[in-house]
C-alpha cells in the first residue's frame, strides 16, 4: 500500500515537473534587458508561460548556440538587425517556423522567406540633417550624397557597424556592385571629418555644425531629440520617387534544437500582435513591424515614408561583398 501511494506521489511530482519545464520558454536576447523584460513580463501573465533569458552581443550569442548544438537550453534568438538574422539562418541555427499568426501580421519583406526569423520591430536608416545650414529642397537620395555639393559636408557612422554594412549590402541587392561602389568612394570623399563610433556622437557633430549631413538609424535620433529637443536637427525620407528608404529589424527565430517549440511559437506570435507590437517598437521607439499597429505619436511625428520593398534578407545575403566593398573604399 505504502509503495503505491509513494509510487502515486513521485509520478505526481514527475509529472508537475514535466508540466512546469512545459510551461516555460527560453530566449537568447541581442536586446538589452531593460528593453526586453516588460514585454516578457506581459506575456507570461497573459499566458502563464515563463519566460528566461539571457542577453549578450549577437556574436557570442551565436557562438554559444554552435557550441552548445543539441544540448542547447534557448528556444528563441532575438537579435537586432537581419544581416544577424541571416547569418544565424545560415550557420543552421533556427528551424522554419509555418504561423499563419506571423505569415497575417509581418509583411513578407520583413521576414525570411523561408520562415526561419521574423521581423518584429522597423528601424529605418534614413538621412539626418541640420536644419540650419540644409533645406529639405537640398536632398534627395542616398546617392546624391555622393555629389560634389556635399564636399566636406557629410558625416558617418563607421563601416564596422552592421547597420552600415547592411545598408550598403541591399544598395548592392538593388544597384549592383560597381554603382554602389562608386557611391561610397564620393561618400568617403565628402567626408568632413573621420568617421563616429556612434550615431548619435555624429548627430551631435552635425548639430554642432562639424558638418552638415548624415545617415543615421531613426530610433537614434529619437532618444537624441528626447533628451534635447531644440537640437537644429530633422529627418528627411530619401529615394522616395525610386527605391525606397533602407529599412531593417529587430527580429526573432526558433532555434532548432529548441526544447519547447510551441512556447517558442506562442512568444514569437504574441510579440507581433497588438499588444506586443506596441511594446516592442515603442519601449525604443522604433517602427511596429506589424502594418496594423500605429506607431507611438513620437514616431508617428516625424512623418510617413515609403519602404525599400526588398526582403531584407538581402542584408545578410550581400553582406561580406559590402564589407569588402567599404574596405576598398578606405571607408574605415
Known amino acids: 500500500m505504502y509503495c503505491r501511494f509513494f509510487a502515486a506521489m513521485l509520478l505526481s511530482s514527475l509529472m508537475a515537473t514535466v ?19 516588460p514585454m516578457f513580463d506581459a506575456f507570461t501573465q497573459d499566458t502563464g508561460i515563463a519566460v528566461r533569458f539571457i542577453t549578450d552581443k549577437e556574436g557570442p550569442l551565436m557562438e554559444r548556440l554552435k557550441a552548445e548544438g543539441a544540448s542547447t537550453p534557448a528556444d528563441i534568438l532575438l537579435t537586432v538587425d537581419a544581416g544577424n538574422l541571416w547569418q544565424a539562418a545560415n550557420a543552421g541555427l533556427l528551424k522554419p517556423v509555418a504561423s499563419q499568426v506571423l505569415d497575417g501580421n509581418i509583411p513578407p519583406h520583413l521576414k525570411d522567406p523561408n520562415g526561419q ?6 528601424r529605418a536608416r534614413t538621412i539626418v540633417y541640420n536644419t540650419q545650414k540644409v533645406k529639405p529642397a537640398d536632398l534627395s ?35 549592383g556592385e560597381a554603382e554602389t561602389e562608386r557611391t561610397v ?3 568617403v570623399n565628402n567626408l568632413a571629418t573621420d568617421v563616429f563610433p556612434d550615431d548619435t556622437k555624429m548627430m551631435e557633430s552635425i548639430a554642432a555644425g562639424q558638418c552638415d549631413v548624415g545617415i543615421t538609424n531613426t530610433y537614434y535620433y529619437g ?16 529615394n522616395q520617387e525610386s527605391s525606397g528608404v533602407h529599412v531593417n529589424v529587430s527580429g526573432a527565430g526558433v532555434v532548432k534544437h529548441a526544447k519547447h517549440e510551441k512556447n517558442a511559437i506562442r512568444l514569437i506570435e ?13 519601449v525604443n521607439l522604433e517602427y511596429p513591424a506589424n502594418p496594423k ?7 508617428a511625428s516625424w512623418g510617413d515614408f515609403k ?26
Open 19 to 37: 508540466s512546469h519545464a512545459a510551461e516555460e520558454v527560453v530566449v537568447y536576447s541581442a536586446r538589452i534587458e531593460q528593453l526586453i523584460k
Open 117 to 122: 526569423w521574423f521581423g518584429l520591430s522597423v
Open 141 to 175: 537620395t542616398y546617392e546624391d550624397l555622393a555629389s560634389p555639393k556635399w564636399k566636406g559636408r557629410l558625416c558617418l557612422r563607421t563601416s564596422k557597424k552592421v547597420y552600415n554594412q547592411s545598408l550598403v549590402a541591399m544598395m548592392i541587392a538593388e544597384k
Open 185 to 187: 568612394k564620393s561618400w
Open 223 to 238: 532618444r537624441l531629440i528626447e533628451k534635447n529637443p531644440k537640437l537644429p536637427l530633422a529627418l528627411f525620407w530619401p
Open 270 to 282: 504574441w510579440l507581433s500582435s497588438e499588444t506586443g507590437q506596441k511594446m516592442f517598437a515603442d
Open 293 to 299: 499597429i500605429k506607431p507611438d505619436p513620437v514616431v
Open 307 to 332: 519602404h525599400n520593398p526588398i526582403n531584407i534578407a538581402k542584408a545578410g545575403e550581400f553582406q561580406a561583398a559590402a564589407v569588402r566593398l567599404m574596405d576598398r573604399a578606405r571607408y574605415k
